[in-house]
């Protein structure tokens, strides 16, 4: 299954970059065992092993980072580098939308990159909402502002979406701190995806 990161933080090699690869990566690992229990009760009925798009699930490393697309997100035509990282979200199957939070809500940049979407063109993929901010007073942004945004575009929006505050990840935390243990953060988004990740049914379910 497919996982693509879109960044809305308009500053390069950002902590929201950093934040938002490793949520992925989080979500990724909840997918890898759901999907060796369906391969495995596929392969006792004598089917092949379902494959997600990118013929491997749970991969997360396809990075939209808007911060180096932003001069050209307003031009009449987009360039190459726009049109790329728009068929990269519309051949996503789970989508992981980062932003900082930005005068209570999400940054316009994001914005402008989504309005170059068309009509339901999240329609049945996953879109998991995360927002980075220093005051917990916004924490209800992501589900006011974020998650109605991307419901419109028709992606279906499983609850809670992630709110990471400034105060857990250190300030030089960025894109190459991937092997830097960070305690607080990965047990949030551990803890996170095991509520957002679907999960397989159990060997002791029976279908009626």
């Known amino acids: 299954m497919s996982i693509v990161t879109l960044v809305g933080n308009p500053r390069e090699g950002s902590r929201t970059l950093a934040i938002a690869v490793r949520a992925a990566e989080a979500v990724a690992g ?59 979200v519309l051949d996503a199957e789970v989508l992981v939308v980062a932003s900082p939070t930005y005068k209570g809500t999400y940054t316009g940049l994001l914005k402008v990159f989504l309005d170059r979407l068309p009509h339901q063109a999240l329609a049945g993929k996953t879109a998991l909402p995360l927002l980075v901010m220093g005051d917990p007073k916004h924490s209800l942004a992501v589900e006011v502002h974020l998650r109605p945004l991307l419901v419109e ?23 190459d701190s991937g092997a830097t243990a960070v305690p607080e953060l990965d047990d949030l988004l551990d803890r996170w995806a095991g509520q957002v990740v679907p999960r397989p049914p159990s060997s002791q379910e029976v279908p009626e």
């Open 30 to 88: 909840r997918l890898r065992p759901a999907a060796g229990l369906a391969d495995a009760a596929g392969a006792s009925e004598g089917s092949s092993p379902a494959a997600g798009g990118s013929g491997e699930y749970g991969r997360a490393g396809d990075v939209v980072d808007l911060a180096a697309l932003a001069p050209d997100l307003l031009a009449r035509e987009p360039g190459p580098g726009v049109e790329s990282a728009l068929k990269l």
């Open 153 to 175: 575009l028709g992606a279906f929006v499983p609850t809670p979406g992630l709110v990471v505050l400034d105060s857990v990840v250190p300030r030089d935390f960025g894109p």
